[in-house]
């Protein structure tokens, strides 16, 4: 259906694991090299239905860049698509480097259909970061997937991150059912947005987050779409310990937090209260699958302690560990891909 | 119309004022029990604008319990309406007590129609919390008013709060009158809230609040609807205090904040500025009653030292001390109902 | 098409630079006295997207108030349009003039058609204030313009805010077009904003933000619409160091912030990163212009150091030093319309 160009897709193929990680001058710093493209690719939100996205390396979310801070990185970007894009690496200082920020018309050319950018740039500052398109954001930041996960670790992590034995990472979007087989349309005034997701996908088919007792808690908050979510986690109390990555100086106590288009909020808290627990969004109708309730941004905390009941809806769910990339964060620096968030290439 | 248990109306009507404090093994905590319906019951927003909701003992916002931290909770709640419900206590932390959170499908499952559901669990952390329905949430919660205040008394209360003396509760929510007499449907993608509330009712058919020159007022605000209120307060400088029932190291000053779905603030203001004063949601959308302006969340701080004008619009109003629970706060902590927020049961 | 008052428009005309300024009582206070038109007035939002307001001195923005804290103020307004209005100093405490709070049915009568009405107070508190009519908010601030920068200097400036050495004002709005040519008509349920802007204008109508390496710079957010904005600036590290004018006891670092209704946020960063750097809101839907892309909340910080490229969007731009009162508010305290935010008179 679309033209694209197949060099870049056999390229793409072959090379999207091609992970080079060298010393540089800094002996802390690692050079990162990654080739990512970007890829027409139909995804599933929930049940049946779909959207086409403009996937980077294929998966919504992105691959999870998770780097230290003062790593030197170099992406190679090759749209594989038939409209022009771009990568911003939000949250980046590019330090020296402004014409990596990836914003057309103002930093550099736009990367048109079967073209490639390489993005070259120093990790700085650290914290929860992300990377998206910055062409029509409109549409390919708030409906067509184009955004992933850039994690920075500190060279100097506060007292209270150190004491973190377990992290999960949460991008949340919305969608418009309406333009799902549009690619190239929507996103404009009067849109109604139907489908909420957190990782690309909405309740019930996204994943619990599993704990056990004792451990310390870090949900990375991402605002990757297009609208301002308020995140309750019941039994608990939320430290809001980083903004945008950077540390409050007095961590804020919660049980919900708004969390707003491109920002980022960690919350660090204790896992002291074996239970199931919901953590969901409190803008109720965010929890709608298209018309039907109890869906959307929700999902559940679950306590490895406790064992399913019968009126437990995902009592017979299949768990897969790495939906919140809790498993990559695990494994320290490195760039990681996701097949779970893998889609099928629109050809 | 619908079907229910005359029984447990009959039940419930004869007991819900029936609360019953004991001392337990903690010296300082009370054991309090209430028993409370979830009624069919018509309700009034503005002028002819009524509402079917699912009102928790056929008032709307429900009533307000006024505890001390450490107290046991035991609610027995009968659902006397033809759908199924539920109650989670939000901010409770439900130490040990994992199944009271009130999560349908996850800590339970849901009240049906004509049963009943005991919850009992203690009063932890302390603070401004509320309750509400779990069930289909983007109704039940958005549009039936199925909330109420929960309000814990601290063992150690902050240097600030001690100096308060008057307080005030307010819940802020929103409604889409298209949904107004259909229960069971509404709170879809696509719906246009027209109707705009404090405690259930849209200016002018709410109250002013009332001081005296040298008061130090909290104000208690519950984000209990879908939307975002920026509520701005005139001629004072409000300290936000509390977050979520949380102190803050350091109170941030302010004249309008944003109040989310979920979110509580507790602000707290010196009245040293006679006058009359607006308090209003600053999203000016929110200000309508359907298509008529200057309704909505809006009211007016009043000062007992200054007399009615001519163009005063409340000159000739009709004050209910209660509206805003102040009256029952002062009385310390008890189960309070409220007959200026009932409405009519629906059969 | 309306009537008003010729008279009037007359004596604004010849007296709206007539500004005098005396000394008080009290040594450090001036008596600042304007006089202020409420005009029906055409702006231009961006492109060919006109827009009817009822303009302030006929700009939108209207002129800003730069003054000393303790300034006595005193402001002619003289209403030249059909419809009521009333000017609400947003962020003034009125001590002892709660009759001078603009607020119509609260604390003064409408200002009718062809009727003025003097507001006499002090400056108090200092920080970035703002005004706006009280009456029919829903339209007179959604849609109409009817609003302007309010901006006090403290006695006792912060150690930051000593630093600063550039400043500039940000107005954050949002217009329907379906109501640009229907005064007295929208701000009612169901309308849907398509037109999003910073002082009036939409990207890429709109100015850069010019600065030198070295400059500590100042952004004074204003959320004069009503819709929360998320407000992204690139390559810098943003001090939030004032909420509501309010200075906070440790400014939280951030890249992103959310300005809602009403709201006012100061931020300082230093320009220590030539290039240039993308600033606009995170909300993608409102960097729209109508149905087309890349427009609406979005700017370039440009260091003066960089010199255009070939591919920069703005590179023939016509610069307008003044457009974020940076040029006013370099000369200290006074009041100062702006030629650039004026529109056309409606006959």
């Known amino acids: 259906m679309r033209t694209f160009s197949n060099v870049w897709r056999c390229v793409a193929l072959a090379a999207v694991f091609v ?17 990512m493209n970007i890829e027409d690719t139909r995804i599933t939100l929930v049940e049946k239905q779909q959207y086409h996205t403009f996937a980077f390396a294929g998966q919504v979310p ?10 030197q990185i170099e992406v190679n ?27 057309p018309g103002t930093t550099q050319e736009a990367i048109k259909p079967g073209e490639s950018f390489t993005y070259k740039f120093t990790a700085e500052p650290s914290g929860t970061m992300w990377y998206h398109c910055h062409v029509n954001v409109n549409e390919h930041v ?24 377990k992290e999960f990472i949460m991008m949340l979007s919305d969608w418009d059912s309406k333009w799902s087989s549009k690619p190239g349309f929507g996103g404009v005034p009067g849109d109604v947005y139907d489908f909420f997701t957190i990782n690309g996908k909405s309740f019930p088919d996204n994943q619990p987050l599993r704990v056990n007792k004792g451990d310390v808690v870090r949900l990375r908050f991402i605002g990757a779409g297009d609208l301002v979510h308020s995140i309750h986690l019941h039994g608990h109390i939320m430290k809001v310990a980083f ?5 409050l100086a007095n961590p804020i106590s919660a049980d919900t937090i708004l969390v707003g288009p491109g920002e980022r909020y960690d919350v660090i808290f204790t896992a002291d209260n074996p239970g199931r627990w919901m953590i969901h969004d409190h803008v109720d109708s965010h929890t709608m699958n298209g018309d039907r309730p109890m869906g959307g941004i929700m999902s559940v905390l679950e306590y490895n302690e406790i064992k399913p009941d019968d009126f437990y809806d995902w009592k017979a769910k299949k768990f897969e560990p790495n939906f919140y990339y809790e498993e990559s964060l695990k494994k320290g620096p490195g760039v990681y891909t996701n097949d779970g968030f893998k889609g099928q290439a629109v050809q």
């Open 19 to 35: 992970l080079n990680v060298a010393h540089s001058a800094d002996a802390f710093a690692a050079v990162r090299k990654f080739e």
């Open 62 to 71: 992105g691959p999870l860049f998770y780097v230290d801070e003062g790593d």
């Open 77 to 103: 970007v090759n749209n594989v698509t038939a409209l022009p894009h771009s990568v911003h690496w939000h949250g980046m200082l590019q330090k020296g480097t402004w014409k990596m920020d990836g914003v």
């Open 142 to 165: 708030a409906l067509r997937g184009m955004w992933g996960p850039f994690v920075v670790r500190p060279k100097k992590p506060t007292a209270l991150e150190k004491t973190v034995t």
């Open 243 to 247: 903004k945008d990555g950077f540390p």
